[in-house]
């Protein structure tokens, strides 16, 4: 194990240059083979196959502008630099942390080197800290995936030239030592560590399908699918895991055919109702493969952790749900807002159609009140000028024709004005029944249906109804039988509905009135 200080000195030295990260051979120069033999055979047996190569950094010192990635909740990056960060934090792994450090966890890293570390990170892409310890994580394997390799070339090398010069040929710029280098190649060649190779080995070999993504991450095919769905919230970890899994085609002719698990998944899905929830507990990837592993979730990719997507999810369905609601309120909402609209519009055409007809049937009303009344008159003038008669006949005339005349007139009050106590909103009114009745029309209906019996009390625009002025376009009416009940056209502090009126006065409205 390195000391600290070494591996300060290290990151200063590395930390010192700017690394751009780009596709092709390793930076690390070639080791120069130590004769010209060993140059022959390792030419002779080593295939000239061009590769990929590891990913370098070039152009050291040259200043750039920080590069802003984007993360989701997961603190997983995505977006169109999401590749090129990964590789950065791959070559940033390998070139600064020698491969015979032990691990990153503990105290094989000092937390100096790994602040130098970081500072390296953000030099050249912006990243917030709260994504620092998933980043950590990320590095620190893809460190161990290159040590692996690193240790399996060495392998390969030494059965041709010779475990001296494949470790030669294979050490890392940053080891400076190749005592320590080859220490730590023959601990990886102790039967215990080759059983435990072989072990992990058959476990790969285990996983026969494999995802068709390329270099693209799960959290960009997910990213993708909410772009080009009309519901992004509705993308689950199905979706994101049915879109690497399955077969592909090169162009439309081609047929492929899905391998048999993604063919059970996408049934699974077919057949789940979609208001369960979205749990990736019981999801159909879940009934398919079964449980994912500990600490694992299939179809998200890397720092994806079961606590925090369930946690996510219950977020989510819980938004989904309140967004659902709010949207019925405000269908609500926008409905009543315009019945109010169109009652409006009712009444004010109503108002209009009644301030002209309101002045001639108020002036026919009052034409045959007084024809009424003069009737009346003179019936009872007729009846007092007969009963005088009656009474100078037979003598009796003085007194008794003033007892007489006084009935008279009494009998023509009450005929003109029977009084009748009513009440409204709690006190007693007197009430003088004008003679004509009425049937009250439902004004929130368009056909005319009768909701009430009632009296007409006053067609005065500056009579009160309840304290409040009548105005113009209604009536003041009693009302006396209910056939429906229905709210008040202006409701008051003591009734809003039409049977909580009953025995009262109310305004209705002229255009909802019909004469009997």
């Known amino acids: 194990m390195l000391p600290d200080a070494r591996l300060g000195s290290c990151s200063l030295d590395c930390i010192g240059s700017a690394y751009l990260i780009s596709e092709g051979s390793s930076n690390s120069p070639e080791e120069e083979p130590t004769s010209i033999e060993t140059q022959d055979a390792t030419n002779s047996e080593i295939s000239n196959r061009k590769r990929r190569g590891k990913a370098k950094a070039l152009d050291k010192g040259k200043v750039i502008e920080p590069i802003e990635v984007e993360f989701n909740d997961r603190s997983q990056p995505y977006g169109k630099h999401a590749a090129r960060f990964a590789t950065f934090l791959g070559v940033t792994a390998r070139e600064l942390v020698p491969l015979t450090v032990p691990s990153w966890t503990g105290k094989a890293l000092s937390d100096e080197f790994k602040t130098e570390i970081w500072k390296h990170i953000t030099t050249y892409y912006i990243v917030d800290e709260r994504h620092k310890k998933v980043i950590f994580q990320r590095m620190s394997k893809l460190w161990r995936d290159h040590r692996s390799l690193t240790l399996k070339e060495v392998m390969k090398q030494a059965e041709l030239v010779g475990l001296q010069t494949a470790a030669a040929m294979c050490k890392p710029d940053n080891i400076h030592s190749m005592d320590e280098w080859l220490s730590f190649i023959k601990s990886r060649m102790t039967p215990a560590f080759m059983e435990k190779c072989e072990k992990f080995k058959r476990m790969r070999e285990r996983k026969t399908l494999l995802h068709r993504t390329s270099r693209k991450s799960f959290a960009c095919i997910e990213d993708e699918l909410k772009q080009k769905s009309d519901k992004p919230d509705s993308i689950t970890r199905c979706d994101v895991w049915l879109h690497a ?15 048999e698990v ?8 077919a057949e789940q109702v979609t208001s369960q929830t979205r749990s990736v507990n019981d999801d159909a990837v879940s009934k398919v493969l079964g449980p994912d ?6 179809g998200y990719g890397f720092g994806a952790l079961p606590s925090k997507v369930d946690g996510q999810t219950f977020v989510g369905n819980k938004v989904t749900m309140l967004e659902n609601a709010l949207s019925a ?12 609209k169109y009652l409006l519009a009712r009444s004010d055409e109503g108002e209009k159609k009644n301030e002209t007809s309101s002045s001639a049937q108020h002036s026919a009303t009052e034409s045959a009140e007084s024809k009424k009344i003069n009737a009346t ?12 008669k009656r009474k100078l006949k037979d003598g009796r005339v003085g007194g008794s024709e003033q007892e007489t005349s006084k009935q008279s007139k009494q009998k023509t009050h009450a005929s003109i ?35 009430a019996t009632a009296d007409l009390h006053s067609e005065d625009p500056n009579e009160k109804v309840h304290s409040v002025p009548l105005g113009p ?11 429906h009940d229905i709210a008040l056209f202006r409701p008051t502090q003591e009734f809003c509905t039409l049977a909580a009126a009953k025995g009262s006065t109310v305004a209705w409205p002229i255009n909802f009135i019909k004469l009997l």
């Open 245 to 259: 899994y399955e077969a592909k085609k090169k162009d439309l002719s081609e047929d492929v055919e899905d391998p």
């Open 293 to 298: 592993r500990r600490g694992r979730v299939r």
């Open 329 to 340: 309120t405000s269908r609500e909402l926008q409905g009543l807002k315009m019945m109010v």
């Open 262 to 269: 993604v063919k059970q998944v996408k049934q699974n899905m």
């Open 377 to 388: 008159v003179r019936s009872s003038n007729n009846d007092r000028a007969e009963s005088k």
């Open 473 to 483: 376009g209604c009536w003041k009416v009693w009302v006396r039988e209910v056939s």
């Open 417 to 451: 004005q029977s009084t009748v106590k009513e009440k409204e909103g709690g006190s007693e009114v007197m009430f003088v029944p004008s003679m004509k009745k009425l049937h009250l029309l439902s004004w929130l209906d368009k056909d005319e249906k009768i909701v």
